[in-house]
């Protein structure tokens, strides 16, 4: 199983769920939350299928297909009974009870059918994830910003090693490091944000 649990060891703060947060017209999720109800790959894999077909209701049968094949690293075609049973059981009894619960999705329990909500929408623009002892990117910038004034305060007085330092030398040393950083920040939002490739089905 394919379970890469990035978001593991993070727990829920019990304040509340997403639906309550959000519904108080405020973008102010608890992160824990988010992690608890999208620790799990299952979950993940799910949220992944239904954001590729946004805006129409997806069939029950349909998502646990597309689970089942994706964990077993193979296509929907060559899927046997049993897996299928499996991922049956767990999705339906579990996993989509827990999405529905935390708002992000809506679950026809009768029909058997799944549609996203906008709260998800929401959610990802504040789901940051932050690896190990790594810092947000937020207090990284933060930091940055204050070296870079110190760099200017210093280069103006004549502090040295930075007295022989022109205005132009100084603007490109700080635009290349923002601009670094930036790409950096991009990459890895990419690679962790919801949703990526890690998701797809083999061909």
Wanted: proline share 2%; hydrophobic share 40%; aromatic share 10%.
């Amino acid at each position: 199983m394919k379970d890469s649990n990035q978001f593991e060891g993070l727990h829920s703060t019990g304040r509340g769920t997403l639906t309550d947060t959000l519904e108080a017209g405020e973008i102010s999720v608890p992160r824990e939350d988010i992690f608890e109800v999208l620790c799990n790959a299952r979950r993940r894999c799910i949220v992944h299928y239904l954001k590729k077909y946004e805006g129409r209701r997806i069939e029950l049968r349909e998502i646990v297909d597309y689970v089942a094949a994706w964990e077993e690293g193979t296509t929907i075609d060559r899927l046997d009974s049993d897996k299928r049973k499996s991922v049956y059981s767990a999705v339906r009894q579990t996993h989509l009870p827990k999405l529905e619960d935390a708002g992000l999705i809506e679950y026809d329990h009768m029909r058997g059918d799944v549609e996203l909500t906008d709260a998800l929408q929401e959610v990802q623009l504040y789901l940051e994830y932050v690896p190990g002892n790594d810092i947000p990117w937020s207090e990284y910038y933060l930091g940055l910003s204050l070296v870079a004034a110190a760099l200017i305060a210093a280069t103006w007085y004549g502090a040295y090693p930075f007295s022989g330092l022109s205005g132009f030398t100084l603007a490109v040393i700080l635009v290349a490091v923002f601009g670094a950083s930036a790409v950096v920040q991009t990459y890895q939002t990419a690679r962790n944000q919801l949703g990526t490739g890690k998701y797809e089905l083999e061909e």
